[in-house]
Nanobody
Framework: QLQLVESGGGLVHPGGSLRLSCKASGFNLHSYAIGWFRQAPGKEREGVSCLSMSGGWTYYLDSVKGRFTISRERAENTVYLQMNSLKPEDTAVYYC????????????????????????WGQGTQVTVSS
C-alpha cells in the first residue's frame, strides 16, 4: 500500500517550534519531489515548502522563509519540516505530498509548491499556534 503518513503536529505558543515528519511507505521517494502544504479554515491550500529528494532543490513560501526548514532523510524515506518562530497565522492542517518526475529539477519543485501538485497525499496533521 502506497502512503504518506505525517506526524508531529500539535498546539504550541507563538514563538515556539514544531517538527513535522512525513514518512513514505510502499514506494521509494528517490524520484519524487516532496512538499509540505497547509490549509487553514476558509482558505485555499498553499505550498509551504518543497524539495527534490535527489538533487536538493528547495522552495519556500515567502512568509516562512528564515523560519521553516525542509530536509530529507533518504535512508528513512522521510521528509521533515522544522518550524521555528511560529505565528498564529501558521495555524492550519499541514499535508505532505509526493510528485513523481523522471527528472526532478528546480522547475518541478517550484511548480509543485506554487500549483499544489501531488500524486500522493498524506492525511494531514493539525498545527495550532495560540497563546
Amino acid at each position: 500500500q502506497l502512503q504518506l503518513v505525517e506526524s508531529g503536529g500539535g498546539l504550541v505558543h507563538p514563538g515556539g517550534s514544531l517538527r513535522l515528519s512525513c514518512k513514505a511507505s510502499g514506494f521509494n521517494l528517490h524520484s519524487y519531489a516532496i512538499g509540505w502544504f497547509r490549509q487553514a479554515p476558509g482558505k485555499e491550500r498553499e505550498g509551504v515548502s518543497c524539495l527534490s529528494m535527489s538533487g536538493g532543490w528547495t522552495y519556500y513560501l515567502d512568509s516562512v522563509k528564515g523560519r521553516f526548514t525542509i530536509s530529507r532523510e533518504r535512508a528513512e524515506n522521510t521528509v521533515y519540516l522544522q518550524m521555528n518562530s511560529l505565528k498564529p497565522e501558521d495555524t492550519a492542517v499541514y499535508y505532505c505530498a509526493a510528485l513523481y518526475a523522471s527528472d526532478v529539477n528546480n522547475t518541478t519543485v517550484q511548480a509543485m509548491c506554487r500549483i499544489a501538485l501531488g500524486d500522493y497525499w498524506g492525511q494531514g496533521t493539525q498545527v495550532t499556534v495560540s497563546s
